[in-house]
Every structure is written in C-alpha cells, then in structure tokens.
C-alpha cells in the first residue's frame, strides 16, 4: 500500500510517474526531488495464488538504467540546480580524479611494462594519489547525501514557511 499526504502529492507530476513495476521507485525518486520524507509502514503482504509477470532478465538491465538515470536527475536537481556546496565539488571532483588515476595509472603501467623499466615513486604517487583522494570525496558526498535527508514532512515545513510568512 502507498499512503501519501494530499500537499506532496499535489507537488509530484503525475503523469510522469513510471506505469509499470517501476512505479515505487519511481515515486521514491519524485519524492526525494520535492524533499517529502518517506517512512516504511509495516504490513504482512499476502499474495493469492497469482503468478507475477515480470521477467527478472528483462526487469535487472530496465531497472538498472532507470536508477541510474533517476540518481544522475536527483544529484542534478540537489546539488547543482537547488542549491551548490562542498558535496556538489565532491560528486564533481571525485569521478574526475578516480578516472585520471585509472587512465594515467593504466597507461604508465602498460608503458613500463613494455620498456621494462621499474615505475618511480613519483609516477606511482600521480596515479595512486588522484584515485586515493577521488574516492575519498565520493564517500564524503555520499555521507552528505545520506544525512542530508528531510525528517520534518513536507506539510508541516510548508505550514511553517506559511505562519513565518504572515
């Protein structure tokens, strides 16, 4: 069962929503762009004696890409387009710095190997380093994303924001 209050639904686009299986994640997606808290509610789910339709081999590649894109949307819209700060740097800067490591690393390695000469501490360091320091800001953004998330509802910030208002 989905439960969701009348103020964030109104803010969600419906007719954006996913019509197939991919509409609960989809909805968690919508919802995060609006900032709207979710809680699990628990309920025993109790299935009849029908059979799903959905092919897992079709399903894992479909819903894969529509992550990926939802993901990609949600960085976007929080870290860039809402509003710019350290994590927005580090979701930049750390990819940027774990791919130049790899491909300068990869490169010196295959070159070195090919003269047959013993890589400089210094050569290691320009590639390992840039990985080292990549890395560590992608764990640094995903900290910030997982503590950045709303835990007042949106009903009763948007209350809020109304009583300051008058």
Request: hydrophobic content about 45%; aromatic content about 12%; cysteine-free.
């Amino acid at each position: 069962y989905t439960a969701i209050h009348h103020t964030a639904l109104s803010l969600i686009p419906l007719h954006k929503l996913h019509r197939g299986y991919f509409f609960e994640s989809d909805l968690l997606f919508r919802l995060s762009t609006i900032r709207g808290v979710v809680t699990d509610m628990p309920h025993r789910a109790l299935y009849g004696s029908e059979r799903s339709g959905i092919s897992l081999l079709a399903a894992v590649p479909t819903f894969a890409l529509k992550h990926l894109r939802n993901f990609l949307t949600r960085i976007f819209y929080n870290y860039y387009l809402r509003d710019f700060q350290l994590a927005s740097l580090e979701w930049l800067l750390g990819p940027v710095l774990i791919l130049f490591g790899l491909i300068f690393g990869t490169y010196q390695w295959i070159d070195h190997i090919q003269q047959q000469i013993e890589a400089s501490a210094g050569t290691v360091m320009l590639s390992g380093l840039p990985l080292i320091v990549g890395l560590q800001m992608l764990l640094s953004a995903i900290g910030f994303d997982v503590d950045n998330q709303p835990r007042i509802p949106l009903q009763v910030r948007l209350d809020q924001a109304t009583v300051s208002a008058q």
